[in-house]
């Protein structure tokens, strides 16, 4: 709507200008367009006249020109959250897990069995969603750059690690990430599975 209304600006202003005397050459015909034969300074001067003379317009299509680009900006942001399948919030999120990353500190590990959980879904608590509710990987974030040590089986009425004794470093299960692709996002169904599911009207 901005830019539309900077076009409307626009076309207004230069019909104004058209019938303007620098819309005439010396010999009074009609230009085919007002800025023919026009040096620069000149140019600049007559749009600084016409914003002068219909004030009413020339404010309003010089806002909507200058604020265009933060819409345009906010537009095209928004459609890469689409595409990456997240949410302003969670940018920050995936941006410390990109650091701790490259600090060498994620693992991650691809266990069905470790990450079943035994219930029955409720369809109060957990409505219907596009996207897999639940993950097949383990991501964890290592203090000290090193593998996780741990034994036991994940608790089924949690995401935590029940232990059942010392840890015992397995590290063979364990891989390191090397970046944010090899980690699984759930509400990314690609860009159009995206686009569709923010529909008001699907």
Request: hydrophobic letters at 40%; proline letters at 4%; one cysteine or more.
């Amino acid at each position: 709507m901005l830019s539309y209304g900077a076009y409307l600006a626009f076309i207004i202003l230069t019909d104004l200008l058209q019938k303007s005397n620098l819309g005439y050459f010396d010999d009074d015909t009609v230009k085919s367009h007002w800025s023919l034969g026009l040096g620069w300074t000149v140019y600049f001067n007559a749009w600084s006249w016409a914003i002068a003379e219909d004030i009413r317009i020339g404010a309003i299509g010089l806002l909507a020109m200058l604020t265009a680009p933060l819409g345009w900006g906010l537009f095209l942001y928004h459609i890469y959250l689409i595409w990456a399948g997240m949410t302003t919030n969670e940018s920050s999120k995936w941006a410390e897990w990109k650091d701790d990353i490259a600090d060498g500190l994620v693992y991650k590990r691809n266990d069905d069995a470790l990450l079943t959980r035994q219930h029955m879904p409720n369809d109060d608590t957990e409505p219907v969603v596009d996207w897999p509710a639940r993950s097949k990987q383990l991501v964890i974030r290592s203090s000290n750059g090193q593998p996780p040590t741990f034994t036991g089986k994940c608790d089924s009425r949690s995401d935590n690690l029940a232990s059942t004794g010392s840890g015992v470093q397995r590290p063979h299960q364990w891989k390191q990430v090397q970046g944010l692709h090899e980690i699984e996002n759930l509400y990314d169904l690609g860009f159009w599975g995206n686009l569709w599911g923010i529909l008001p009207f699907r």
